[in-house]
């Protein structure tokens, strides 16, 4: 179905003008419309087909994340500050859902574009990053009182990294792409590390940690920074809010921003974690979070970054078994590559365990001063 009919499914008035594929996730198609107005002036919007191979449910998801956002947006009112800067509001369609099915069976929905802001895979500065720190530690802050029973379960078991070794496991035996043997170290790299795998879930169990309302994808990618200052504006990619451990949000901000080098690169020698950064992050995440946390999770930030960024890698790595058929690829051995940076951010902290533990306490300790 043409893209243009397809916004006017939501938009009742202006004329598209153009559309262009935007920002680099790797689960969702993302564009930039603009559209004309009926008084002359311009106005951006997003346009996302959704991934239903990875979210069956848009229902759910899309319920998820206009009660997330409506929540949001009376928290930032009450503290005088932008909601239609600070979050993002989504557009219903003629007949009052967040999301439209096309005749081809694709799902789309439509929000604004936040103007004059820019999205970044790596963080250009330390204090660009310890303010991404700072904004992810506010938006769980924000959400602690939202009542988490009003949220559905998006994808099952998201962060259950038990679960998703146990998955593993499967992947490996069933090997549907035939290309275990291009991977046997990375495979037996993995297999060898079943009990990290379940230590962070097995905190939650005995509760030694709490359940929160988590982002669950804490990229820097998915801020949204000032085009001028640099500054955190907004957080996007709300479909896996969702109860999870607050190590959750923090250690995946860890394994994509704290590293050296880009989630794909392939020169390995390259890639290792940035101990600085994982502590600027922390500084800035504690700020705004760390009087809220008990010094048990608070210790559970160092372990639980290590813990999501193994997941991730037999998330990469299991995709890879399978045939690539989760993330988007640009190249055959992309999955691989993703896997292999991964394990090396793991081997790399399994070193730095203990300054990351102790970082981690120092910043605790201050805000409870604070
Ligand atoms: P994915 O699930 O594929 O990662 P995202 O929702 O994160 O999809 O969108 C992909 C990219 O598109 C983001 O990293 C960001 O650069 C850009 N983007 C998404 N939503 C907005 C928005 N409302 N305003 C501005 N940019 C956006
Ligand atoms: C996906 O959607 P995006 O690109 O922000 C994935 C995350 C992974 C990440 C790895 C719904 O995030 O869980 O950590 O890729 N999102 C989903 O880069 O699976
Ligand atoms: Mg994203």
Redesign the pocket.
């Known amino acids: 179905m043409d893209k243009k009919d397809i916004v006017s499914q939501f938009l009742l008035s202006g004329e598209v003008m153009s559309m262009t594929p935007?920002?680099?996730?790797?689960?969702?198609d993302?564009y930039k419309v603009v559209v004309k107005n009926e008084d002359g002036t311009t106005a951006d919007y997003?346009l996302?087909r959704l991934n239903t191979n990875v979210f069956p449910d848009p229902e759910v998801l899309t319920d998820n994340a206009t009660k997330v956002t409506h929540y949001i947006r009376k928290v930032l009112r009450a503290r005088g500050e932008d909601p239609e800067r600070g979050t993002?509001r989504f557009y219903p369609t003629r007949e009052g859902k967040y999301y439209y099915i096309d005749n081809d069976g694709l799902c789309w929905r439509f929000?604004?574009?936040?103007p004059g802001?820019v999205?970044y895979d790596l963080a250009t500065t330390p204090e660009m990053f310890e303010a991404t720190g700072y904004a992810f530690g506010s938006f769980m802050a924000d959400l602690a009182k939202f009542p988490a029973e009003q949220l559905g379960e998006v994808i099952a078991n998201f962060h259950h990294t038990g679960k998703r070794f146990e998955t593993f496991e499967k992947e490996v035996k069933a090997n549907k792409s035939g290309r275990a043997d291009t991977c046997r170290e990375e495979i037996d790299f993995a297999l060898a590390r079943k009990e990290l795998a379940l230590s962070i879930v097995t905190a939650l169990e005995e509760k030694k940690i709490p359940l929160r309302v988590t982002h669950n994808d804490t990229k820097i990618?998915?801020i949204?920074m000032d085009a001028v200052t640099d500054k955190p504006v907004c957080i996007?990619?709300l479909?896996t809010i969702m109860p999870g451990a607050a190590c959750y949000d923090f250690g995946d901000s860890i394994r994509f921003g704290a590293s050296s080098a880009l989630e794909d690169e392939k020169d390995l020698s390259k890639v290792y974690m940035k101990l600085e950064l994982f502590d600027v992050y922390a500084r800035g995440f504690m700020k705004a979070m760390g009087k809220a946390l008990t010094l048990e999770e608070a210790r559970s930030l160092a372990l639980g970054s290590m813990v999501i960024t193994f997941e991730t890698g037999i998330r990469f790595l299991g995709d890879y078994l399978n045939g690539d058929v989760y993330f988007k690829t640009a190249y055959p051995e992309h999955n691989l590559v993703r896997a292999r940076t991964q394990f090396k951010l793991v081997a790399d902290m399994e070193e730095k365990l203990p300054q990351m533990y102790e970082i981690v306490e120092k910043y605790f300790y201050e805000a409870q001063k604070a």
Do not use: P, R, W, Y
């Open positions: 935007f920002g680099s996730g790797h689960i969702n993302t997003i996302q993002i929000e604004n574009l936040i802001t999205s990618n998915n949204l996007i990619d479909d």
